[in-house]
């Protein structure tokens, strides 16, 4: 996609605000959940939405019910986490949350997921509120301080780099992604919302 070191500079940038959820995207172990608990305590957003229903720990989706007693020892109030238990995949997590959004007049979310993933996750969400025709706030807020050359169950990070740059190809050309354009416009706009 021509323009995407646009994109990841806007995304590892992001100025993030107060918000109404923030939605910790499934996957990739236990790295994910302590910014969302992190974001949390440092007030946020009061809900965090654990979005996924998957079990592949071989592909480091941990479900629901293994990083919950993390998230509560952490101190979020388990009334404070929504589980969203329907979605499968990215584009399945934003339609998903999409309408929780919608359910519960949310304005602005808050978007956790690993550095690598965030990229094609941003643009993945930004294209289910360009579908919806809504004024929703996205803010990028990627975990940090991840080793790129660990070798996890999963592989590595820096080769799972390469895979979503080519997936970011593969769903913008399905129309599952926003275009680098669009986004650009869009952050534009989200700047003067704040």
Sequence with gaps: MKGIEKIIAIVDNDCIEKSDAIILLEGDGYNRYRK????????????????????????????????????????????????????????????????????????????????EHQYRAYLTFLKEVSVL?????LYNAPVRNLKWFDTNPWGRRIDRLEQEMKRIEIYFDKGHLTGVDEAIKYQEWKETQV
């Design 36 to 115: 969302a608990v992190d974001l949390y305590n440092e007030g946020f957003a009061k809900k965090i939405v654990f979005s996924g229903g998957i079990t592949d720990y071989e592909y480091g989706s941990y479900p629901f019910s293994d990083i919950l007693p993390y998230m509560l020892d952490l101190g979020v109030p388990e009334y404070n986490i929504i589980h969203e238990n329907v979605s499968q995949n990215t584009k399945e997590q934003a339609v998903e949350v999409m309408k929780l959004a919608l359910e519960k007049n949310w304005q602005k979310l808050i978007l956790v997921a690993t550095h």
């Design 133 to 137: 025709n809504r004024n929703i706030v």
